[in-house]
């Protein structure tokens, strides 16, 4: 970036500050938000209070704690802003795209030390690959072919906090927090984000969400198109149960339940599918060149609750090299769909994780050493801020260079 990008980018983030100083209600409030998104952005090395405070708010370490800990304003609020400008700055790229906007769920891990950090426990941290004491955030992110939104977060917070009063007292958690599991907390963040009237064509996560019958079924109910990955041990019926269904033999009650011949684990559908059922496609470009891969889709039925399921697609994506990796996902796309769109769909998270690695490498996200509810949604609010102007910028002087 030039001396002038730079001036231009200081005057932007006033303006963008702008959009949003509503919400924090008091001119104070208004004004610590400013500095912390100036740290975010700016600051070198770690990313906390203190340091940011000494350097971008004369000082004011005590004022700015408060501010993220104490001060009467919603993450909420802020997220539901972040989802209106994502709306009117980025959803617009997606009519141009065959795949449209999309929206990720996924959660991240943020290890921590001791006991006393709001929700953290011995438990799996997918950014290390194992159990961590750690505390764990369910997030709901945006991706469209104009740059990528952090829209919405929820901390996990394990049974043995919420059954805790003295731990809840401490930790400022609000007396209407109960547990929810992940998939319930993401499909809370989906819920909120179709209220606030974010327009999307897919959702998508990972395995631990999309062997959730529940979260499917609170998906569909809701109208929802998704593409899910499964896990290999994940069956489906090939033929369609309502043609199972033994015939009447004239004694006793009819049968109701589907014989289960055609029941089978998605690993041996992939198997039986024959060369000719394979398609090769780009995913995109990565940093050692094309990114391609083996795509194959089948009509099945899923198995919801041990009961046939809705009419679906699965989708089986199988890599070119020497060590195979083979990924299975589930859509509830209709049968005109194609199968380069599910294979785009099913590609998305890559975003995610560039997402995550813009937000924990250059805005802080993970440096926070507040420990309360409230500080943690907060600071990840502002962290959403940051990174939705980051985005923004970024487009901006892509624009200009071409």
């Not at 938000?33 to 340091?51: C, D, M, N």
């Not at 972040?82 to 700055?89: F, M």
Request: proline letters at 5%.
């Amino acid at each position: 970036m030039t001396k002038k990008d730079l001036r231009v980018c200081a005057k932007e983030l006033v303006a963008f500050h702008e959009q949003f100083a509503p919400c924090f209600g008091r001119v104070e409030c208004q004004s610590h938000a400013f500095h912390y998104l100036q740290g975010l952005l700016l600051a070198p090395g770690r990313k906390s209070v203190e340091p940011m405070a000494l350097q971008f708010a004369e000082g004011s370490v005590v004022p700015m704690q408060r501010f993220l800990t104490r001060a009467r304003w919603e993450a909420a609020d802020i997220q539901r802003q972040v989802q209106a400008v994502a709306a009117q700055r980025l959803a617009p790229s997606a009519t141009r795209t065959t795949l449209g906007a999309v929206l990720v769920i996924d959660e991240s891990g943020f290890t921590k030390k001791g006991t006393h950090s709001v929700g953290v426990a011995r438990q799996y941290n997918g950014r290390l690959g194992k159990v961590d004491n750690c505390q764990v955030g369910v997030f709901l992110t945006y991706a469209t072919s104009a740059g990528s939104a952090l829209l919405d977060h929820r901390l996990y917070l394990p049974k043995e906090w919420v059954n805790d009063p003295k731990r809840r007292e401490v930790a400022r958690i609000p007396d209407d927090v109960v547990f929810r599991t992940k998939p319930q907390l993401a499909g809370d963040l989906i819920e909120a984000a179709c209220a606030n009237g974010l327009p999307h064509d897919w959702i998508i996560a990972d395995e631990l969400y999309g062997r959730n019958g529940a979260l499917l079924g609170r998906l569909e109910a809701m109208n929802e198109r998704y593409v899910m990955e499964v896990p290999v041990n994940t069956t489906v019926w090939t033929q369609d149960p309502a043609n199972a269904i033994p015939p009447y033999g004239g004694r006793g009650q009819p049968p109701s339940r589907p014989r289960r011949d055609s029941v089978r684990i998605v690993r041996k559908v992939a198997e039986s599918l024959s060369p000719s059922a394979w398609t090769t496609r780009q995913l995109r470009r990565g940093a050692k060149g094309p990114l391609t891969f083996e795509f194959a889709a089948v009509r099945v039925w899923q198995v919801r609750h041990r009961k046939p399921g809705p009419h679906s697609w699965l989708l089986i994506r199988r890599s070119l090299e020497t060590r195979l990796e083979i990924k299975y996902y589930i859509s509830n796309a209709d049968a005109s769909v194609s199968l380069g769109t599910l294979a785009q769909a099913g590609g998305v998270r890559w975003r995610v994780e560039e997402l995550f690695e813009e937000c924990k490498g250059y805005l802080g996200m993970g440096h926070y050493e507040a420990r309360a509810w409230t500080s943690w949604h907060h600071h990840m609010a502002l962290v959403a801020v940051a990174h939705l102007f980051l985005t923004l910028t970024r487009r901006r002087l892509k624009k200009r260079r071409r």
